[in-house]
């Protein structure tokens, strides 16, 4: 819904330079704004669009001074803040769901529904599975028997919940997410006769996950091979990653697109794990501590470090071989000039060459 300049400002709280009649009708980055868009300035390096963006308005902070092309300013308190405060006003509603089961539906013996569900069309229920109040299950899921879905949860389109797996409270599976996938479990075996065999060592553990966790698409958490996988309460698991078997995370942990976490690690509570990073099996990763992106992380790291590189390392020792380049570049100069001044010298002491 529309707003104009003035009662924006009004409900940030912050006050106005410039036109204050104009309406904004949408949210944008200050290089892609046009009329009627609202943006922010919170990163100095962005300070030069603001000279050229064409948006009608601007989030800047109170004290912010420089040349600007826009119709208005906003002066606020925290750009960043109040441009996140501002998306609620203008982001579409979101969907709701009426209760209750679509016809195409398939629930098997014994499934217990809660309170005001709903089951949306082609979602697949097996036997003994149990679906908390005011759970939402979108088109084609697939939930194993004896699953377990807590109160208040939101499951999109095409998830796989497998057999015996345990979700908390308002948990949010997004599109594509497989939970309870048998982990990477294999033994070689050589019989009397010389002949090879790869067996597949059965994975008979389940996953749980704890209360208020949000998974992004296409991520996979392997079931344990006996015991529990199990992924702790507040955790936030982005896009595209993999948890092997016996993987356990602690609570309010954060785990970036493309990581891969090997099978039995053991991930400490407040940890954050940034995108492509790879964690080796049965190493333990303490509470606190970052790994960076595209780190290689073969070793237990401590509670609160920050490791980087692959093999990953502390922060201040891999910024330190950062370093080393220029340094190698520096002594070659120096040996040159120690060289050339040799010769010099050389030349001085034998006057006849």
Not at 107 to 123: K, N, Q, S, W
Request: glycine fraction near 12%; charge should be negative; hydrophobic fraction near 40%.
């Amino acid at each position: 819904m529309a707003q104009t300049i003035a009662q924006l400002a009004a409900w940030l709280k912050g006050s106005v330079e410039g036109d204050a009649t104009e309406e904004i009708v949408a949210l944008s980055a200050l290089d892609d704004a046009r009329l009627g868009d609202v943006s922010f300035l919170s990163n100095p390096r962005y300070e030069p669009l603001m000279a050229h963006t064409r948006a009608s308005a601007v989030l800047v902070g109170t004290d912010w001074q420089g040349a600007w092309s826009c119709r208005a300013l906003i002066r606020v308190d925290n750009p960043n803040t109040a441009f996140a405060a501002l998306a609620t006003l203008f982001c579409p509603k979101p969907v709701t769901r009426q209760p209750g089961i679509h016809p195409t539906a398939v629930l098997g013996e014994g499934v217990c529904i809660g309170r005001d569900v709903f089951i949306g069309p082609y979602v697949v229920i097996d036997d003994q599975a149990h679906i908390g109040d005011r759970t939402r299950i979108e088109a084609q899921c697939w939930i194993g028997a004896n699953a377990r879905i807590g109160c208040d949860g939101l499951v999109y389109p095409q998830v796989t919940i497998r057999e015996g797996c345990l979700i908390g409270d308002r948990v949010i599976l997004h599109s594509g997410v497989r939970i309870g996938s048998d982990g990477y479990g294999y033994a070689v075996e050589q019989d009397a006769g010389g002949a090879v065999r790869v067996e597949k060592i059965p994975q008979m553990g389940i996953v749980e996950l704890g209360d208020d966790v949000e998974i992004g698409a296409n991520t996979t958490i392997d079931r344990a091979r006996f015991g529990r996988t199990r992924i702790g309460h507040s955790v936030k698991i982005d896009n595209l990653v993999q948890i092997g078997h016996n993987v356990q995370v602690g609570d309010m942990s954060g785990i970036v697109a493309q990581t891969g976490v090997a099978g039995s690690a053991k991930i400490g509570s407040g940890v954050m794990i940034w995108a492509q990073a790879g964690i080796a099996g049965h190493i333990t990763i303490g509470d606190r501590a970052q790994v960076g992106p595209q780190a290689g992380v073969s070793k237990d790291v401590p509670p609160g470090e920050f490791v980087l590189g692959a093999p990953a390392q502390s922060k201040r020792a891999f910024v330190a071989t950062l370093a080393v380049p220029r340094q190698i570049e520096r002594l070659k100069k120096q040996v040159a000039d120690l060289e050339s001044r040799l010769v010099a010298i050389a030349k001085m002491e034998k006057p006849g060459e």
